[in-house]
């Protein structure tokens, strides 16, 4: 122990100045024992704080306590104590007392002169009785007296009128002993919040109940409640009722307390009731229902009427089922029923998407319903002791519990995964259940959502994959696409492409578009006006139709909880009309080619055999079975539309998410032969962005062989083994590899998101917004804030890319010169850009420039019209012939003519609906018109060379031929247009089939034909009108 001075040196170091400055003496915890040094008393001190030092009295007389008359807070918490000073009464300031375990068997006398008291914590004393003069504290606020022998109450303490907490509790041993009755004087207090009256033989509680109106939390754990007076509902205040051991004695609660509206939680653990009466719905604003360890058999239904229910426990019981109505409590977050007897659960609860808590342990589950996946907020799942023998296979979507770890699966017998993975914790279990679906997913299906900016497609998206609303902010478009995993199904993978609906992404869109996707035609249903038809449904309608033969169409509107519902039906009705209408316009166009070319081939076949006609006759029956075949592949088109909303009430996303699973599983199965799918996972963990074919050759080889399967067998060459399976793992989405694109095939995308990065590197709707200039990137691409705005500039107006300005839209993705040019090499081959020729550079300094054609937004200059005259000029020759889409041209397709007009010419203007090209002698004139609510492309060539100007024409329309290949549905007239016309300045020349013209050749010695019918008795040089030779 201390010396006196040692201890007084000891002592100062504990005495310090809070931040207002106060001296305040804090001994911490077992830093000292022993007797308190004087020198305390002749100090200022505001705060004494001296919590278990053995301390068992204090120096009485001469100096002492009594001396801190300064004193505010005193506190000496688990020491020895039975008495304090007289002098204690001197420190007239104090306003807290704090001497709760100690060994004071009543409070010490002096405390009842301190008026200025507004808490004392007196509690785990001994106390056996309170003292009348406890009425003398007028200024009390909190009063603890709990864990004492009090039996009773003196009348005076309602005179302490602004108690707001009393604790009162008894010590929970010995039993006997306590108040047989709430305290009548602490129902005086109109002021209290808090009662704590637990650990008593409180059977009754009076009718003066009703005068603790601000009541809002009663503890009576461990009492023996029987009589409740019905004055309690006028405690409106009354949030929390603890009834812990409480109704023992009782076979049913008090019906008094089920009154209680303003309830939020109801503590009823420890009892022995075996039934909850209906009218636990009378408790409107529960929160929390707490009643474990009883004997329940059941559950009322009408317990799942209290909406406001975050948390329900009730382990610890006899319950055998849960009932399906859980899912009425939207707003549950712990459901705890561990030691019980369920053995099975209801689907419903997987509607429960609040659920953070699952508690299950020690029941007889034999399995888990297969959606609780869904319960996206789960973050803990404790289904430990049961008998279950198999998990949801999609267990690992449940994310939070990813994070959490918080997954008790142990003590089952579980097969699938077998119980030992289960036992190593999430990630071992979470990848095993991603790797066993990858291999053993029977239907493998892509689905593309499809629609104008804003229609709803991601939202829609997240409500389908998430199961539950998550709207996109209103400025948050998808930039190109994104492309998402959906499992719905543990055997169901389905890869969802979500486009960008800003019209700039079509040029990317075709790139992704395949014939054996689901496609979701998605729009706005509360922007639905008839005159938006177009813009909203049928261009959308028409890029598909026109594209993927015998597509699987489904339309979806979206924002009803935005419609006026009358104006639903309407509005349905009428785009089910248009679709209608046009579908059958069309068919109608298709039908009429159809008749016409017959009737042609029948009068050819007619007249006498030669070889020009037999020629021709092969032509038109190839054009015949082709008009054919789009008859008869062309989409259907959906019955009916739905609707939906994606926002918290997901109205329809149920129903739609149900018929899209049976619409991806109607298809037949596609499971993936276990050796492929080790392919797959070869490939996928090839590190480069892009893979060789023949690299993709060489890994194929290498896993065969490893397996010692010969696939080579099946389709005679590992080349056509790896071409089937790289086609199926395309089909499916898991890869792109373009197998019908010259250009392209060399290439397998074994990581289709490269190719959406490289494409949101360039194509962003909103590029002017969010490329902007930063210190950094700018230095490393070698350009400062003045060179950048400028090439800026020129990307926005003539879609004009510098090789800088390129390294810095794509810096972040950290690319060697090397991979950047394998992306610039890619989007050269997916007719994105071509690259201007070195000899236009002279303006530039950047050693290579890119034209994106999508986003020139200049017109045609002057420098045209003299490069190219209206009339065309004497001794030049100028041959025509012109696309003529009935409606819309298919998205892209004269930007992507533009980019391929590049190889066969040298110099040229571009501007946005124009190109004008030199080549050797001839010029070029490439537009795009919209004529009659339809659109022409004319491609003429002008010159002296008539070799070379066929030449190029051809080449020109076998492009074109090749891009309609694209859109192998979209109707289009090819005409040649009469260049005799043309020569002789006639604005409206006559038309020849183009297919007829431009794909024979001048036959030998005929150099006259009388074939044009504005001039049908002239004779014109057949060279004009037919190709001098076969051309490509
Ligand atoms: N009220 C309501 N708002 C919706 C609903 N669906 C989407 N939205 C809102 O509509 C806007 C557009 O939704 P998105 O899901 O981003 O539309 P998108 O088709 O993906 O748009 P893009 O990516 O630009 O093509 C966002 O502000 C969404 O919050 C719906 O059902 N009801
Ligand atoms: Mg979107």
Same mark, same amino acid.
């Given at each position: ?22 001296s305040?003496?804090?001994v911490?915890e ?11 008393y ?14 068992m009295?204090f120096?009485v ?9 300064g ?10 104590l ?7 009464g001197?420190c007239k300031?104090?306003e ?6 100690n060994?004071?068997?009543q409070?010490?006398?002096?405390v009842?002169?301190l008026?200025?008291?507004t ?13 009348a003069?406890?009425?003398k ?5 909190i009063?603890? $007296?709990? !864990? #004492?022998? &009090?039996?009773? @109450?003196?009348?005076? +303490?309602?005179? =302490?009128?602004?108690?707001?907490? /009393?604790? %009162?509790?008894?010590k ?11 305290p009548k004087?602490?129902?005086g ?18 009718d003066?109940?009703?005068?603790l ?5 009663l503890? $009576?754990k !461990? #009492?023996? &409640?029987?009589? @409740?007076?019905?004055? +309690?509902?006028? =405690?409106?205040?009354l949030?929390? /009722?603890? %009834?812990?051991?409480a109704?023992k ?8 307390l089920?009154?209680?509206?303003e ?7 420890n ?10 719905n009378?408790?409107k ?7 474990r360890?009883?004997?329940?058999? #059941? ?12 948390s329900?426990?009730v ?5 055998e089922?849960?009932?399906?109505s ?22 419903e609860?997987?509607?429960c998407?609040s659920l ?5 342990s020690?029941n ?25 023998t198999t ?18 699966l ?5 097969k699938v995964?077998?119980?030992?993975i289960?036992?190593?914790g ?6 095993f259940?991603r ?8 239907h ?5 959502l499809i ?6 497609k ?14 996109t902010a ?7 696409l994104?492309?998402h995993?959906?499992?719905p199904?543990?055997?169901l993978r ?7 609906g800003h ?7 075709h790139?992704?578009l395949?014939?054996?996707a ?13 005159e938006h ?6 261009n ?13 169409i489904?339309?979806v509107g979206?924002h009803?909880?935005l ?15 248009k679709?209608k209408?046009?579908?059958e316009?069309?068919?109608q166009?298709?039908k009429i ?26 032509r038109?029956?190839?054009k015949?079975?082709?008009i054919?075949?789009m ?6 088109l ?5 609707v939906?909303s ?6 329809g996303v ?22 492929w ?12 962005k ?9 890994i194929?080889?290498?896993v ?12 005679g ?8 399976v790289?086609?199926y793992?395309h ?10 694109n010259?250009k ?5 995308f ?8 490289m494409?949101?590197a ?6 002017e ?8 990137f ?9 060179k ?5 500039e ?6 004009l890319m ?10 972040h ?13 890619l989007?050269?081959?997916?007719d ?7 000899s ?9 420039i890119?034209r ?57 203007e ?14 070029i004139?490439?537009t795009?018109e919209?004529k ?10 002008r010159?002296?060379?008539l070799?070379?100007l ?6 020109i ?8 290949l694209?859109?192998?549905?979209v109707?289009v ?7 005799h ?5 006639d604005?409206?020349?006559f038309?020849?089939?183009a297919?007829?013209y431009?794909e ?12 044009c019918?504005?001039s049908?008795?002239?004779?014109i ?12």
């Amino acid at each position: 122990m201390a010396t006196n001075s040692h201890a007084s040196e000891a002592f100062k170091q504990y005495v310090q100045k809070d931040q207002d400055g106060r001296s305040v003496l804090i001994v911490p915890e077992g830093k000292y024992k022993g007797w308190v040094p004087r020198i305390i008393y002749s100090m200022h001190l505001e705060d004494v704080s001296l919590p278990f030092l053995r301390l068992m009295s204090f120096p009485v007389g001469g100096t002492s306590i009594g001396n801190l008359v300064g004193m505010k807070n005193f506190s000496a918490v688990g020491n020895y104590l039975c008495l304090l000073p007289k002098s204690f009464g001197t420190c007239k300031c104090i306003e807290k007392l704090n001497v709760s375990f100690n060994h004071f068997q009543q409070i010490p006398s002096s405390v009842f002169n301190l008026e200025s008291l507004t808490e004392v914590d007196c509690s785990d004393n001994e106390l056996e009785v309170l003292s009348a003069d406890i009425g003398k504290l007028k200024n009390l606020r909190i009063l603890k $007296l709990g !864990g #004492n022998y &009090l039996s009773e @109450v003196p009348g005076e +303490i309602s005179q =302490c009128k602004k108690i707001e907490y /009393l604790e %009162l509790s008894r010590k929970w041993y010995p039993r006997e002993g306590g108040m047989k009755e709430l305290p009548k004087a602490a129902c005086g207090l109109k002021e209290l919040l808090y009662l704590d009256v637990s650990w008593h033989q409180i059977h009754t509680i009076p009718d003066e109940v009703g005068n603790l109106t601000k009541l809002e939390s009663l503890n $009576l754990k !461990g #009492n023996f &409640l029987r009589n @409740v007076s019905p004055n +309690i509902v006028s =405690c409106t205040s009354l949030r929390e /009722l603890n %009834l812990t051991g409480a109704l023992k004695l009782n076979s049913y609660i008090p019906p008094e307390l089920l009154q209680l509206s303003e309830l939020r939680t109801l503590n009823l653990n420890n009892n022995y009731f075996s039934q909850i009466s209906p009218k636990i719905n009378g408790l409107k604003k529960l929160k929390h229902f707490i009643m474990r360890r009883n004997a329940l058999v #059941n559950l009322p239904e009408t317990l799942f009427d209290l909406k406001h229910l975050e948390s329900v426990e009730v382990g610890d019981n006899y319950l055998e089922q849960l009932s399906p109505s859980i899912k009425k409590l939207k707003k549950i977050k712990t459901l705890e029923m561990r030691g019980n007897k369920l053995s099975s659960l209801p689907e419903e609860i997987c509607d429960c998407l609040s659920l953070e808590s699952l508690l299950l342990s020690m029941n007889e589950l034999k399995q888990l319903p297969e959606n609780i996946y869904r319960l996206v907020n789960l973050k803990e799942l404790d289904v430990s002791q049961n008998n279950l023998t198999t998990i949801p296979l999609l267990f690992d979507k449940l994310e939070m519990i990813g994070q959490t770890g918080l997954l008790d699966l142990g003590g089952n017998s579980i097969k699938v995964p077998p119980q030992e993975i289960c036992d190593q914790g999430t990630d071992t279990l979470f990848s095993f259940l991603r790797e066993y679906r990858i291999g053993h997913a029977k239907h493998r299906r892509k689905m593309i959502l499809i629609g104008a900016a804003k229609a709803g497609k991601t939202s829609l998206r997240n409500a389908l994959i998430l199961g539950r609303s998550k709207l996109t902010a209103e400025d948050e478009r998808t930039w190109v696409l994104e492309r998402h995993l959906w499992e719905p199904e543990p055997d169901l993978r389905v890869q969802v492409l979500d486009f960008g609906g800003h019209h700039i992404y079509s040029a990317a869109h075709h790139m992704f578009l395949t014939p054996e996707a689901l496609h979701i035609l998605v729009f706005d249903l509360s922007k639905y006006r008839p005159e938006h038809y177009d813009s909203m449904v049928g261009n959308w309608l028409d890029a598909i139709m026109d594209r993927s033969p015998g597509a699987v169409i489904v339309m979806v509107g979206t924002h009803v909880d935005l419609c006026k519902e009358d104006e639903v039906d309407e509005n349905l009705e009428d785009i089910i009309d248009k679709m209608k209408k046009v579908e059958e316009k069309k068919i109608q166009e298709i039908k009429i080619q159809l008749v016409q070319t017959d009737a042609t081939l029948n009068s050819l076949t007619n007249r006498d055999s030669n070889t020009k006609f037999n020629i021709e006759i092969e032509r038109l029956t190839e054009k015949r079975n082709g008009i054919y075949k789009m008859l008869k592949t062309r989409s259907e088109l959906p019955k009916m539309i739905h609707v939906v909303s994606c926002t918290d009430e997901l109205t329809g996303v149920k129903d739609f998410r149900d018929l899209l699973v049976r619409k991806l599983k109607e298809a037949e199965e596609r499971p993936l032969p276990d050796p492929w799918w080790k392919y797959l996972q070869k490939i996928s963990k090839y590190p480069e962005k892009i893979l060789s074919l023949t690299e993709a050759l060489r890994i194929f080889k290498s896993v065969m062989n490893e397996l010692k399967q010969s696939m080579i067998s099946l389709e005679g060459s590992a080349d056509k083994s790896l071409e089937m399976v790289l086609k199926y793992l395309h089909a499916t989405g898991e890869i792109m590899w373009y197998a019908d694109n010259p250009k392209l095939q060399k290439i397998v995308f074994h990581h289709p998101e490269t190719l959406v990065e490289m494409l949101r590197a360039i194509f962003k709707h909103d590029f002017e917004k969010v490329v902007v200039f930063n210190e950094v990137f700018g230095q490393l691409a070698g350009l400062n804030q003045k060179k950048f705005e400028a090439m800026k500039e020129d990307f926005l107006t003539k879609g004009l890319m510098t090789l800088e300005l390129l390294n810095f839209c794509l810096y972040h993705f950290k690319l060697t010169p090397e991979a950047r040019d394998t992306f610039v090499d890619l989007m050269l081959k997916f007719d994105l850009c071509y690259e201007l020729p070195s000899s236009l550079l002279t303006n530039y300094t950047s050693a290579r420039i890119l034209r994106f054609p999508w986003f020139l937004r200049t017109e045609a200059s002057n420098e045209v019209f003299v490069k190219w005259p209206t009339k065309t000029p004497r001794n030049i020759i100028e041959l025509s012939f012109q696309f003529v889409f009935p409606s819309k041209s298919p998205p892209n397709f004269f930007e992507k003519l533009s980019c391929r007009l590049q190889t066969h010419v040298l110099k040229r203007e571009d501007w946005k609906n124009g190109v004008l090209a030199f080549m050797n002698k001839s010029r070029i004139l490439l537009t795009r018109e919209k004529k009659d609510g339809g659109t022409v492309i004319l491609v003429s060539v002008r010159g002296s060379d008539l070799q070379e100007l066929w030449g190029l024409l051809l080449k020109i329309y076998h492009d074109m031929k090749c891009l309609l290949l694209e859109w192998p549905l979209v109707h289009v007239e090819q005409n040649l247009l009469c260049s005799h016309c043309v020569l002789r300045g006639d604005n409206d020349p006559f038309l020849y089939p183009a297919e007829t013209y431009l794909e024979t050749i001048c036959p030998k010695n005929v150099y006259q034909l009388q074939t044009c019918q504005k001039s049908p008795d002239t004779n014109i040089p057949a060279c004009l009108i037919i190709p001098l030779d076969a051309g490509v």
